[in-house]
């Protein structure tokens, strides 16, 4: 096992990868540099999976690994610097498969946001060499923007919704190069869920709750609504297996 730390989110999160699994992300990473060897531009892929299944450390990981290597850099982002702004979220509802809801209610839903800034960046990754990059704080509860300079030929953006079969979602996956899901269900996740709510001060109780009415809701919507990955990293018994698409 290969044990990391990483500042995830504004938190420190220790991490734990079986071997094989790194040797496995470590051929991922060959085949992007060798793309953006041959393509000559900026590569993008996505990492998209249900919230809690671990995709923020992941990215961090295929960083790390990167820096491991010789050859073109990889830089992780992540998709949550464009949620709305709080004050916006705290004023503002949500019509969400056609109830009408506090925004602050469903917040993490795709709904809360701001797709249009998200794709307009999106397509940014591919046509600028350097940019700045917007993150979310979870202990500001906020996005705060301009935080990270996008620099490197490889890019792997991570997030939930990045692989979501609906509209208007779908438009993105025209703009990555190659696309990762990471593969959890809804038990696994949920321990992870009421966790992290409680990190950021609520109850118990009051996570749980929170989980139950949003973030579930949010874990079966992506599960049952997700476009095709090439590749699929399943999460089975506290540890990762990869597995690339048949050709």
């Known amino acids: 096992m290969k044990e990391y730390d990483f500042l995830v989110n504004g938190y420190e999160v220790h991490a734990v990868y079986p071997a094989h699994f790194i040797k496995e992300a470590h051929q991922l990473i060959q085949q992007w540099r060798n793309l953006a060897q041959r393509q000559k531009q900026r590569v993008v892929i996505f990492l998209a999976a249900p919230p809690g299944a671990g995709k923020s450390t992941m990215a961090l990981l295929f960083e790390q690994l990167s820096h491991d290597q010789n050859g073109p850099s990889l830089q992780a982002l992540g998709m949550d610097g464009f949620h709305h702004y709080q004050k916006y979220i705290l ?64 890019v792997l953006l991570e997030g939930n919704y990045l692989l979501l079969d609906e509209d208007p979602w779908r438009k993105l996956k025209p703009f990555c190069d190659d696309s990762i899901f990471l593969l959890a269900d809804e038990k696994q996740v949920r321990t992870r869920l009421i966790q992290r709510k409680m990190l950021g001060g609520m109850m118990p109780h009051e996570a749980a709750a929170f989980c139950e009415q949003s973030d579930l809701v949010n874990v079966r919507r992506i599960l049952e609504h997700r476009l095709s990955a090439e590749t699929l990293i399943l999460f089975k018994e506290d540890t990762y297996y990869i597995q690339k698409k048949n050709k």
């Open 91 to 154: 004023t503002h509802d949500v019509n969400v498969k056609g109830v009408l809801r506090p925004m602050k209610e469903v917040k993490g839903c795709p709904e809360s946001f701001d797709f249009d800034r998200l794709f307009c960046y999106v397509q940014q990754l591919k046509k600028n060499a350097i940019l700045q990059w917007p993150v979310y704080d979870r202990r500001l509860h906020d996005v705060v923007d301009d935080q990270l300079e996008v620099y490197a030929p490889i």
